[in-house]
């Protein structure tokens, strides 16, 4: 008797247990870590100062080629410009077309979305990148909320989203997270990696913080953006702008 439970006892360990560990379909939870890759992500002004650098995959501008992907030359200079003159205030559209295009640059020269290291670096939070911290949920006009959590694919999918419903506020908000992405180094270096981290924090931070005291003002908007991109070229120090009385 003694003999028939042992051997039930060891055949319950060596074989049915090691079954119910690999079924986590039968309650138990595996937790697999998330992924933390990330690429480099290059300036508006890099590519516009090395045309030889443009990968020959298509990216979407908003409101270029009837909202669908162009890999037209002059069509995406003209994005990474802003406007055709190069210095004119940007439209909330501009701004936002002027990041987005250098950040799907970015993934395509890094092998496009379908790459392992491309689509490893939209799924990861956006803490992974380098660049935000424990900021406050922003939950733009649509209802969705960027948090640390959110991944960089939900920055590219709003972006897309803001365009095509001509959100012109949360274009605001997007471009600002994309303008502290990549930065403005005109040498080719990777955003996250040219500037402290405490000012790349703080810049953005100010951006939210002046963000809030416009009330809505759509140039008001505008100006702290473009305040942002000040602080980013000026680290370190930081030199962040005052906050709009």
């Given at each position: 008797?003694?003999?028939?439970?042992?051997?039930?006892?060891?055949?319950?360990?060596?074989?049915?247990?090691?079954?119910?560990?690999?079924?986590?379909?039968?309650?138990r939870?595996?937790?697999?870590?998330?992924?933390?890759?990330?690429?480099?992500?290059?300036s508006?002004?890099?590519?516009?100062?090395?045309?030889?650098?443009?990968?020959?995959?298509?990216?979407?501008?908003?409101?270029?080629?009837?909202n669908?992907?162009?890999?037209?030359?002059?069509?995406?200079?003209?994005?990474?410009?802003?406007?055709?003159?190069?210095?004119?205030?940007?439209?909330?559209?501009?701004?936002?077309?002027?990041?987005?295009v250098?950040?799907?640059?970015?993934?395509?020269?890094?092998?496009?979305?379908?790459?392992?290291?491309?689509?490893?670096?939209?799924?990861?939070?956006?803490?992974?990148?380098?660049?935000?911290?424990?900021?406050?949920?922003?939950t733009?006009?649509?209802?969705?909320?960027?948090?640390?959590?959110?991944?960089?694919?939900?920055?590219?999918?709003?972006?897309?989203?803001?365009?095509?419903?001509?959100?012109?506020?949360?274009?605001?908000?997007?471009?600002?997270?994309?303008?502290?992405?990549?930065?403005?180094?005109l040498?080719?270096?990777?955003?996250?990696?040219?500037?402290?981290?405490?000012?790349?924090?703080?810049?953005?931070?100010?951006?939210?913080?002046?963000?809030?005291?416009?009330?809505?003002?759509i140039?008001?908007?505008?100006?702290?953006?473009?305040?942002?991109?000040?602080?980013?070229?000026?680290?370190?120090?930081?030199?962040?702008?005052?906050?709009?009385?």
């Open positions: 008797m003694r003999k028939k439970v042992l051997l039930t006892f060891c055949f319950a360990i060596c074989f049915i247990l090691p079954i119910c560990w690999a079924l986590p379909a039968y309650g939870i595996v937790q697999t870590p998330p992924k933390c890759d990330t690429i480099c992500f290059r508006p002004l890099f590519f516009l100062l090395n045309p030889g650098l443009l990968p020959s995959g298509a990216v979407f501008i908003g409101g270029v080629n009837f669908t992907p162009t890999s037209n030359p002059q069509a995406i200079r003209l994005a990474l410009l802003g406007n055709a003159f190069g210095f004119d205030a940007l439209t909330p559209l501009q701004l936002l077309n002027q990041q987005f250098a950040a799907q640059l970015s993934i395509e020269l890094a092998g496009g979305g379908g790459s392992p290291v491309a689509f490893n670096a939209l799924w990861a939070n956006l803490g992974c990148h380098g660049l935000f911290g424990n900021f406050s949920p922003v733009l006009s649509n209802g969705f909320t960027i948090t640390p959590n959110s991944v960089l694919k939900d920055i590219f999918m709003q972006a897309k989203l803001a365009i095509l419903e001509n959100r012109a506020k949360d274009m605001i908000v997007v471009a600002a997270f994309l303008i502290s992405l990549h930065g403005n180094s040498s080719g270096s990777c955003g996250f990696l040219a500037s402290e981290p405490k000012c790349r924090q703080g810049c953005l931070e100010n951006f939210f913080v002046e963000f809030d005291a416009c009330g809505g003002d140039k008001c908007n505008f100006a702290a953006a473009q305040r942002l991109t000040r602080c980013r070229l000026r680290t370190p120090p930081c030199l962040i702008s005052p906050v709009i009385p």
